[in-house]
Each structure stands twice: as structure tokens, then as C-alpha cells.
């Protein structure tokens, strides 16, 4: 694998700060964030001084039930022969559900949703995964993603899942010690036992990136610094692997270019002090500790299960058993792969509806970790829309919030982002919303131009109201 060195994630709220940090040998984008006609100037800046570009999805759901589309993956092969990418990355997940598989309305999450550790998710994840590499021009690597809930009954622990992956497909890693540090804290998982799982050897690059503790939950923001603990994962991983690239993930709430620099810091010496052997100490000093990143206590690790505000959240937990070897593997057969994605279909479809459409949880779920994942999930709409239609937030002003989680809660997501502005917006025409008539009539302007011609008729709106209870009834 090519030695990609240090990195950060790109972002144009930080574009300058990223041209201008020391040491960045590569960054990598949201694939699906670039216009293939038009690359940001900070971006051709960054790949004329020779620093390699890589593009991440977010949207292919490569762990789903449905065979990742042939669009999507045409788009992320764009991405990858424009910007001369030695791979592409995407992840273990699911993104949406419903379809033709199960003769039910389409339903989007919005995010990035785990896959059962199952025979039968991973004999459907693997026929995905080859249709992806031999659509792609360059190697694809993918993602362990962080996750709020645990599926029921599931077959196989992280590092057996993904080492099956690895081995059935050749397919390589981007392990994000950020999200195993999640999974450890939210559903009891045991970071070294899914490193000592892995097949180190297929690590593409790793990701590191903050999160936040809330009532004994790690959320994976995204959005704060790095902290202790993840280093503490970061240097488990160094001390099996000298992994060819670290990247430093911020989606949000950037911070000053110094504190982004600390955070670089802090990952170079974790990675520097397991390649030497050292006891840890030298992490917990320098650089990071100015710019607020806590450091691990130890190369081993050992502060994963510290005080930490992430491991608040693990009160009480026993240290999960090690994992026994997963029972031999049904011989898979095409009837069996169809068998199994119909089943797979059926699963997620049924969790997704839960989380986005208030329909009953399917048996073995925490219900009060669907709930904490279904008002994660209508918060994160509720911010992406006001981020690609600002005029929204803009009109409603404080009651923008409000409105859309009402909205939300009774109209799952189907069509993207931009599609679920438009659909609020229309919802709030037909109820008289907003009550100030100039604000109505500028939203009714907003709508138009996005639209329609008109805003829909009386008939048309009875026809919608009828076609969604049918929907609903057939569920």
C-alpha cells in the first residue's frame, strides 16, 4: 500500500488553514461534495504542491440490502480519475432501505447506519463489495463506522466480520479508531479484542476525530478535539501496525488553524512513541496539550478505559469476554445470496422505519437507543437542511427547529436533503405557516423557484395525503 503519511480532512471552512498547516502530505474530500467541473482552487493549490487527494464517500451504502448503484458508483469513479486518487474510500454501512426488495416506500436515513453482523449480511456485503471493485479504476478501501445501536442475534464480532470481508473479497481498511473508542463506550465493545481481529495488514489508513460524552452516550461528532482515550485506541492499533496514513477528521464547530495543528501534533507523537517502544510518556507532553487535546497515559492504550468523559458512559460494564471463533460459514450458493438479501432487506427496512417513520422497533432493540439514534438522526436533518437551504432558518428564525422536528416526525426522508427543504417548505405552505403573510409570501417565492411553476392544488395535495396513508396501510 502506498505510505500516505499525515493528513486532514478538507473542508472549505478551513481551506486556508489546511493550505497552510505544516506537514500535510495528503487530505482527503467528501466525494460527494465536489462538482467534477469545477475543483476548488484550494484543492488544485493543494495537487500542484504534490499533495494526494482522496475521495471519501458518504452516500453509496455498500452494506445495504440493494446492489450499490451503478450512478453512484460511476460518480465515485469520476472523483477518483480526476483527482488522480491512488483509492477510493466508502463505508461498512446503510444509508437507506425499503424498495422494490420488500414492495415498500423508499426511506432514507440521512446517515450512516450499521449492518448486522450476520452470514447473511456479510455474504450480501461481499457480492456488493466485488460489484463496487470492479466498477471502481482504483482500490477501494472501507470504513467501520460508529454506531447508538447494536443488532440482536449477531453472528460474528467486529474484527470476525471484518477479517471475513478482508478475506473473501481483498477489499482494504479504513479503520477509524475514533468510532472503535464509540462503540466502546455505547455498546460495550472492547477496542484491542476487534484490533487483535483484524487483518492488520489490509489497513489502508486510519481516521481520528473527537467526539463528546452525553448521558452516557459517546456521540461521534466530529466536531470537538481529539480526546485521550482515542489516542489511547490510536496507539493499540500502532503497536500491531505501522499504518501507511493517519488522517485528522473535523466536520464542524472548526476550530483556530493552532488547535488543528495541536491536534496533528498529538497524533504524530502518539504514532512516534509506539514506533519507539515508549512507555507513553513522551505522548503526554509538547504540543497538543496547548491547544487542549489530552493525551493517553500510555502507548498501550491503557486510557481507553480511564476517566474520561467517553468511558463515563461505560459504568458499570464488564470487559466483554474475549470472542470465541465464529461457527463455520454456510456455503453460500446464488439462491442463498438471493435468499439472504431478501432477509437483509426485510431487517434493515424494519429498523429504518422505526428510526424514521415511528413504526413499532423490531424485537431484540434497546428501545431507549432507538430513540437516542432516531432524535440523533431528525437533529442531523434538521442541521443539513439549514445548511443547503439557509433562507429556511433565515424566515422561521428560532422556530425553524421546532417546525422541522414536527415536520420530521411524520415524514420520513426519501429523496435526499434537498429534496426533504422543499418537501418542509411545502408542508408549511399547506398548514398557513408561517403566520406573518410577508414571510409566507417569501417562502411561497422560495418554493416556486426550487419547485414548481405554481405550488401544488387543492386536488393534487388530496392525492399525496392518499397515496402516503395506502403507503402506510401496506407496511
Same mark, same amino acid.
Given at each position: 500500500?502506498?505510505?500516505?503519511?499525515?493528513?486532514?480532512?478538507?473542508?472549505?471552512?478551513?481551506?486556508?488553514?489546511?493550505?497552510?498547516? !505544516?506537514?500535510?502530505?495528503? *487530505?482527503?474530500?467528501?466525494?460527494?461534495?465536489?462538482?467534477?467541473?469545477?475543483? &476548488?482552487d484550494?484543492?488544485?493549490?493543494?495537487?500542484?504542491?504534490?499533495?494526494?487527494?482522496?475521495?471519501?464517500?458518504?452516500?453509496?451504502?455498500i452494506?445495504?440490502?440493494?446492489? !450499490?448503484?451503478?450512478?453512484?458508483?460511476?460518480?465515485?469513479?469520476?472523483?477518483?480519475?480526476?483527482?488522480?486518487?491512488?483509492?477510493?474510500?466508502?463505508?461498512?454501512?446503510?444509508?437507506?432501505?425499503?424498495?422494490?426488495?420488500t $414492495?415498500?416506500?423508499?426511506?432514507e436515513?440521512?446517515h450512516?447506519?450499521?449492518?448486522?453482523?450476520?452470514?447473511?449480511?456479510?455474504?450480501?456485503?461481499?457480492?456488493?463489495?466485488?460489484?463496487?471493485?470492479?466498477?471502481?479504476?482504483?482500490?477501494?478501501?472501507?470504513?467501520?463506522?460508529?454506531?447508538l445501536?447494536?443488532?440482536?442475534?449477531?453472528?460474528?464480532?467486529?474484527?470476525?466480520?471484518?477479517?471475513?470481508?478482508?478475506e @473473501?473479497?481483498? *477489499?482494504?481498511?479504513?479503520?477509524?479508531?475514533?468510532?472503535?473508542?464509540?462503540?466502546?463506550?455505547?455498546?460495550?465493545?472492547?477496542?484491542?479484542?476487534?484490533?487483535d481481529?483484524?487483518? *492488520?495488514?489490509?489497513?489502508?489508513?486510519?481516521?481520528?476525530?473527537?467526539?463528546?460524552?452525553k448521558?452516557?452516550?459517546?456521540?461521534? +461528532?466530529?466536531?470537538?478535539p481529539? +480526546?485521550? !482515550?482515542?489516542?489511547?485506541?490510536?496507539?493499540?492499533?500502532?503497536?500491531?501496525?505501522?499504518? %501507511?496514513?493517519?488522517?485528522?477528521?473535523?466536520?464542524?464547530?472548526?476550530?483556530?488553524?493552532?488547535?488543528?495543528?495541536?491536534?496533528?501534533?498529538?497524533? @504524530?507523537?502518539?504514532?512516534?512513541?509506539?514506533?519507539?517502544?515508549?512507555?507513553?510518556?513522551? *505522548?503526554?507532553?509538547?504540543?497538543?496539550?496547548?491547544?487542549?487535546?489530552?493525551?493517553?497515559?500510555?502507548?498501550?492504550?491503557?486510557?481507553?478505559?480511564?476517566?474520561?468523559?467517553?468511558?463515563?458512559?461505560?459504568?458499570?460494564?464488564?470487559?466483554?469476554? &474475549?470472542?470465541? $471463533?465464529?461457527?463455520?460459514?454456510?456455503? %453460500?450458493?446464488?439462491?442463498? +445470496?438471493t435468499?439472504?438479501?431478501? @432477509?437483509?432487506?426485510?431487517?434493515?427496512?424494519?429498523?429504518?422505519?422505526?428510526?424514521?417513520?415511528? +413504526?413499532?422497533?423490531?424485537?431484540?432493540?434497546?428501545?431507549?437507543?432507538?430513540?437516542?439514534?432516531?432524535?440523533?438522526?431528525?437533529?442531523?436533518?434538521?442541521?443539513?437542511?439549514?445548511?443547503?437551504? !439557509?433562507?429556511?432558518?433565515?424566515?422561521?428564525?428560532?422556530?425553524?427547529? %421546532?417546525?422541522?422536528? #414536527?415536520?420530521?416526525? #411524520?415524514?420520513?426522508?426519501?429523496?435526499?436533503?434537498?429534496?426533504?427543504?422543499l418537501?418542509?417548505?411545502?408542508?408549511?405552505?399547506?398548514?398557513?405557516h408561517?403566520?406573518?403573510?410577508?414571510a409566507?409570501?417569501?417562502?411561497?417565492?422560495?418554493w416556486?423557484?426550487?419547485s414548481a &411553476?405554481?405550488?401544488?392544488?387543492?386536488?393534487?395535495?388530496?392525492?399525496?395525503?392518499?397515496?402516503?396513508?395506502?403507503?402506510?396501510?401496506h407496511?
Amino acid at each position: 500500500m502506498e505510505k500516505l503519511g499525515t493528513g486532514i480532512g478538507w473542508r472549505p471552512e478551513i481551506a486556508a488553514a489546511v493550505e497552510e498547516l !505544516p506537514g500535510i502530505d495528503w *487530505v482527503e474530500v467528501v466525494a460527494e461534495n465536489l462538482c467534477p467541473d469545477h475543483l &476548488p482552487d484550494s484543492l488544485l493549490r493543494l495537487r500542484e504542491r504534490g499533495v494526494t487527494v482522496v475521495p471519501h464517500g458518504v452516500s453509496l451504502g455498500i452494506g445495504g440490502a440493494e446492489r !450499490p448503484s451503478a450512478d453512484r458508483l460511476a460518480a465515485l469513479a469520476e472523483r477518483a480519475v480526476l483527482l488522480e486518487s491512488p483509492l477510493v474510500t466508502e463505508h461498512i454501512a446503510f444509508v437507506r432501505a425499503g424498495g422494490p426488495l420488500t $414492495a415498500s416506500p423508499g426511506l432514507e436515513a440521512g446517515h450512516l447506519l450499521p449492518v448486522p453482523r450476520t452470514w447473511d449480511a456479510l455474504r450480501v456485503l461481499c457480492e456488493n463489495v466485488r460489484a463496487a471493485q470492479d466498477a471502481l479504476p482504483v482500490p477501494l478501501a472501507l470504513e467501520n463506522i460508529a454506531a447508538l445501536i447494536s443488532w440482536p442475534d449477531e453472528e460474528l464480532t467486529e474484527g470476525q466480520f471484518l477479517a471475513e470481508l478482508v478475506e @473473501r473479497t481483498g *477489499v482494504r481498511l479504513l479503520i477509524d479508531v475514533a468510532n472503535l473508542h464509540t462503540n466502546h463506550v455505547n455498546r460495550g465493545e472492547d477496542p484491542a479484542a476487534a484490533l487483535d481481529g483484524l487483518p *492488520v495488514e489490509a489497513i489502508a489508513y486510519v481516521h481520528v476525530a473527537g467526539g463528546v460524552e452525553k448521558d452516557g452516550v459517546w456521540h461521534d +461528532t466530529h466536531a470537538h478535539p481529539v +480526546t485521550a !482515550p482515542v489516542l489511547g485506541v490510536l496507539a493499540q492499533l500502532r503497536d500491531r501496525v505501522d499504518p %501507511p496514513g493517519v488522517l485528522l477528521e473535523r466536520d464542524d464547530d472548526f476550530p483556530p488553524a493552532a488547535e488543528l495543528a495541536g491536534e496533528l501534533t498529538a497524533i @504524530r507523537e502518539t504514532l512516534t512513541a509506539g514506533a519507539a517502544g515508549a512507555s507513553g510518556a513522551a *505522548v503526554a507532553s509538547g504540543a497538543a496539550g496547548a491547544a487542549g487535546v489530552s493525551r493517553p497515559a500510555g502507548a498501550s492504550g491503557a486510557a481507553v478505559a480511564s476517566g474520561e468523559a467517553g468511558a463515563a458512559g461505560n459504568a458499570g460494564k464488564t470487559r466483554p469476554a &474475549p470472542a470465541a $471463533a465464529p461457527a463455520p460459514a454456510p456455503t %453460500p450458493t446464488p439462491a442463498s +445470496t438471493t435468499a439472504a438479501r431478501q @432477509r437483509l432487506a426485510l431487517a434493515e427496512t424494519a429498523l429504518l422505519s422505526a428510526l424514521v417513520a415511528g +413504526t413499532p422497533a423490531p424485537e431484540g432493540f434497546d428501545i431507549r437507543r432507538l430513540g437516542v439514534q432516531s432524535r440523533a438522526l431528525a437533529a442531523k436533518r434538521a442541521d443539513v437542511v439549514a445548511q443547503i437551504a !439557509p433562507e429556511l432558518p433565515a424566515l422561521l428564525g428560532t422556530g425553524y427547529r %421546532p417546525a422541522f422536528l #414536527s415536520y420530521a416526525k #411524520s415524514r420520513p426522508m426519501s429523496g435526499g436533503y434537498r429534496r426533504d427543504a422543499l418537501d418542509f417548505a411545502e408542508q408549511l405552505l399547506r398548514s398557513g405557516h408561517p403566520d406573518d403573510p410577508a414571510a409566507r409570501r417569501r417562502l411561497t417565492l422560495w418554493w416556486r423557484e426550487r419547485s414548481a &411553476p405554481r405550488p401544488p392544488t387543492r386536488a393534487a395535495r388530496f392525492a399525496r395525503a392518499a397515496r402516503t396513508r395506502l403507503s402506510r396501510a401496506h407496511r
